[in-house]
């Protein structure tokens, strides 16, 4: 089945810190980008980070620079997001997109993060 999975979200204390985890199936990981995402409720979706399908590139957003950290493992077909020092701006349902310009646009169903003392 073609899809991508995140698993990872949890209840976290404000500074604390949670990887997110995106498994890919079904395609060629390894040729899309990644992105991850997050939306809360009333507002669109925003991109928090982004990396290239080799891993050579990556961007983040300013509100998350410094404290997330995104990554890939091809190899395994898995993407991850490193969040550090969260802080009570960061609650959200968190998204993985992988993407190809002339291929899959794949969302998966997202990770609730919630950050809380």
């Known amino acids: 089945q073609v899809q991508v999975v995140e698993s990872g979200g949890g209840l976290v204390q404000p500074g604390g810190s949670l990887r997110l985890s995106c498994a890919a199936s079904?395609?060629?990981?390894?040729?899309?980008?990644m992105g991850w995402y997050r939306q809360t409720p009333g507002k669109e979706r925003e991109l928090v980070a982004h990396?290239?399908?080799?891993?050579?590139?990556?961007y983040y957003d300013d509100s998350v620079k410094g404290r997330f950290t995104i990554s890939r493992d091809n190899a395994k077909n898995m993407g991850y997001l490193q969040m550090n020092s969260l802080k009570p701006g960061d609650p959200a349902i968190y998204y993985c997109?992988?993407?190809?310009?002339?291929?899959?646009?794949?969302w998966g169903q997202g990770t609730q993060v919630t950050v809380s003392s």
């Open positions: 997109r992988a993407n190809s310009a002339d291929a899959y646009d794949l």
């Open positions: 079904g395609f060629a990981f390894s040729y899309y980008s």
């Open positions: 990396i290239t399908s080799t891993g050579s590139s990556t």
